[in-house]
């Protein structure tokens, strides 16, 4: 708790105070060489979940031996050919990069599913504003084979994500600010102790 | 230096009202996610389904981290209040420090609990590496696990709307809160209820925290004031040609 506090407080004080910024470098580091083992523990953490799946016989269990089998195979091959080698790059490019791009398109039908659905979830007033400022930008910058709308592309969709979404989303983050503000404070005062305290 | 002092504002006043806190209670104001999420609590413990966590993905030291902290401590109460039931929470995380809290804090709900042997490490997963990895391995577990109520708290992107749409296939309510502008608008969306920015921050101390909880929303409360003031006044004499 104390190596905690005197950690926080530190790196804290070293973005004010420029005598403890050598020693706020150094902690960062530090934590960056921590995530780094944490990463490493995570993902025996990750295959100690798929080999108790495989274990219990539960739904699923062919994707955890696949699991495990890419887990190896990406593992050896960057591990031997080192991470620069063609056949490295050939799982990025071939499989990590093309799987993520398809989890994107499809994100696209998910959110206008989720918009359609909308109105039947939650029938209110803010839902029906949503939908109607959603439809409004999307005509407003939408290529049309006419041209510009006169009023929704030149003056209604701007005013709308420069003035209105603009002003709204500092608001947010004022909040989101002001909320970080607080709970880094609880931390630094031990009040919350996400690393083992109770 | 101005911050620093803001900081040491913020610290004194939340200590002043923290011990204020101690003699006379506060009232919330009503928030329907979270007055949702407690149902859906006892509902959990009732019917013997899990509830899922999702921490997010933000690294503890990103501009992310707070909100990740607001989740953990949230994610405290939660399992202290859960963890008698047949099916234990499980918190799965994008990222793997995170993953680390986020088993700490799991184990020691179940501790102020009085249960600590129904502790398992495994409920608190690393599930991805990457927003999308973390997405695309969060997405199956809907289908293998009874998740009743899928919590999402902490940073997210636009890759929330995934996640949501699979627990929604596997029949879970899904309540959604973040501090990233995106996923706020997409969760907005697609999940059951949303919290809209600040109000992640108030999870905990509506789930019962510590008058200490309370007093950190007071806080929040007296700044805010003090930027609106800030702001008008700050326009004020830029109209007035004061400055």
């Known amino acids: ?50 080999a108790d799946r495989i274990r219990r016989r539960e739904k699923g269990t062919p994707y955890s031996f696949l699991l495990f089998i890419s887990l190896a195979a990406v593992f050896f091959f960057t591990l031997v050919l080192g991470p620069n080698h063609p056949v490295a790059h050939a799982v990025f490019n071939a499989v990590i990069l093309p799987t993520e791009g398809t989890l994107m398109a499809l994100l696209a039908v998910t959110l206008i599913y989720a918009a359609i659905r909308l109105l039947r979830r939650r029938a209110d007033l803010m839902s029906i504003v949503f939908l109607c400022t959603v439809v409004l930008v999307l005509i407003g910058s939408a290529t049309l084979p006419f041209g510009e709308l006169p009023l929704i592309g030149t003056v209604l969709q701007p005013w709308l994500t420069q003035v209105l979404a603009l002003g709204g989303a500092r608001g947010i983050l004022i909040g989101v600010a002001l909320g970080t503000l607080t709970t ?12 083992g305290g109770s | 230096m101005t911050g620093l002092l803001w900081i040491a504002a913020s610290l004194v006043l939340l200590l002043i009202l923290a011990l204020w806190n101690r003699r006379s209670p506060r009232t919330y ?13 006892g509902y959990s413990v009732e019917a013997g389904t899990r509830l899922h966590i999702g921490l997010g993905h933000a690294n503890l030291i990103s501009s992310g981290a707070g909100s990740s902290l607001a989740s953990l401590a949230m994610l405290r109460q939660l399992s202290e209040r859960t963890s008698v039931g047949d099916l234990p929470p499980v918190a799965s995380s994008g990222e793997a420090s995170l993953a680390l809290l986020s088993q700490d804090t799991l184990k020691s709900g179940y501790d102020a609990a009085g249960a600590p042997e129904l502790f398992e490490p495994t409920t608190g997963r690393l599930v991805g590496l990457s927003p999308l990895g ?12 009874p998740v009743s109520t899928l919590i999402l708290s902490g940073r997210f992107g636009a890759e929330a709307g995934l996640i949501v749409d699979s627990a929604e296939r596997a029949h879970a309510t899904v309540l959604g809160a973040s ?61 007035m040609g004061v400055i």
């Open chain 2, 29 to 41: 104001r009503d928030l329907p996610a979270l007055a949702r999420l407690k149902r859906e609590l």
């Open chain 2, 134 to 145: 973390y997405a695309a391995g969060l997405m199956p577990l809907f289908q293998v696990e």
């Open chain 2, 179 to 239: 501090d990233d502008l995106a996923a706020q608008s997409v969760l907005f969306a697609s999940s059951h209820e949303p919290l809209i920015g600040e109000e992640l921050f108030a999870a905990s101390a509506y789930l019962g925290g510590s008058p200490s909880h309370t007093a950190s929303l007071t806080v929040q409360d007296v700044m805010r004031w003090f930027v609106i003031l800030v702001l008008l006044g700050g326009a004020a004499a830029r109209l």
């Open chain 1, 184 to 195: 880094g404070l609880r931390v630094l005062m031990t009040i919350d102790r996400p690393y």
């Open chain 1, 1 to 50: 708790m104390l190596i905690a506090v005197l950690a926080g407080s530190l790196v804290l004080l070293g973005y004010f105070l420029p005598a403890l910024q050598p020693v706020q470098n150094m902690l960062l580091r530090w934590c960056i060489i921590l995530v780094g083992v944490a990463s490493f523990l995570g993902v025996f953490g990750l295959i100690s979940v798929h």
